[in-house]
């Protein structure tokens, strides 16, 4: 018996990076997984080797009608929605001054009206079920403490942070007994953070591994996908509105002078 027996979940930005890790361990713990993303191959690749607990649907977070879409597929296919993580996500270099506001709108598109979007169609399908839910929104560090050097990401996460507690309020007030947390992620091994880094579209493990260093240790996707599975199941059913740090105490800052 899985974590997960037998729920039903979606996973958005499945195709890569800390989406594909939970759709994986989801999976091998029981889940039917719906894996979306804008990157159809890697997309379908991932949900092939899954097999055939998996489905893949090609997504764009930001359209409403995309979403519907996935949303009624998955429970056409599995028969109910149990669980969203809304996991893609993107990032634009610029602090504040050097950021454009096209980049500042197309980087909060993706990542908060996509998470937006997101509980807002899937609430009304998990309700329906009647099981409850958990809701799953990957934020960042960058919420917490904010970042110089990528102005518009860190607005978009500090977003998810704050509407993650508004979603979390409003079903226990209709008392449906879906939960909704952020999680909040330092350095994780993952194509997004090697094109940070390097500028570079692509990058082989060895590259990506070469980013973390003993001071400054990266986790894997893995780490992250253990807690999405924590969330996911029974097993946190009191954990609610929270913001859950995987961090490695990077934002737990001494007092000044120790
Ligand atoms: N890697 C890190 O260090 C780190 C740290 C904190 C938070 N995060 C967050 O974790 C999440 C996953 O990031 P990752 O590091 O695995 O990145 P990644 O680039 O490996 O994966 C992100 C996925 O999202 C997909 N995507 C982007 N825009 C989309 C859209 N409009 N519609 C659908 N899919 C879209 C991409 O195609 C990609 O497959 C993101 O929300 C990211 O901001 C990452």
Known sequence: MGRVEGKVCIITGAASGMGKADAVMLAEQGAFVVLTDLNEKDGQ???AQIGERAIFIKHNVTSESDWQHVVSTAVERFGRLD??????GMMALGNVVECSLEDYRRVNAVNSEGVFLGCKTAIPAMEAAGN???????SS?????????VAAYSASKGAVMALTKSVALYCREK??????????PDGVKTPMVFKVATGQETASREEIESLSTEANPMCEPEDIASLVLYLASDESRFINAAEMLIDNASTATPPIGI
């Open 45 to 47: 690749a991932v949900a």
């Open 83 to 88: 669980v969203l993580v809304n996991n893609a």
């Open 132 to 138: 409850g839910g958990s809701i799953i929104n990957m």
């Open 141 to 149: 560090v960058a919420a917490m403490h904010g970042m110089s050097f």
């Open 175 to 184: 008392r449906n007994g879906i939960r909704c947390n952020s999680i909040h």
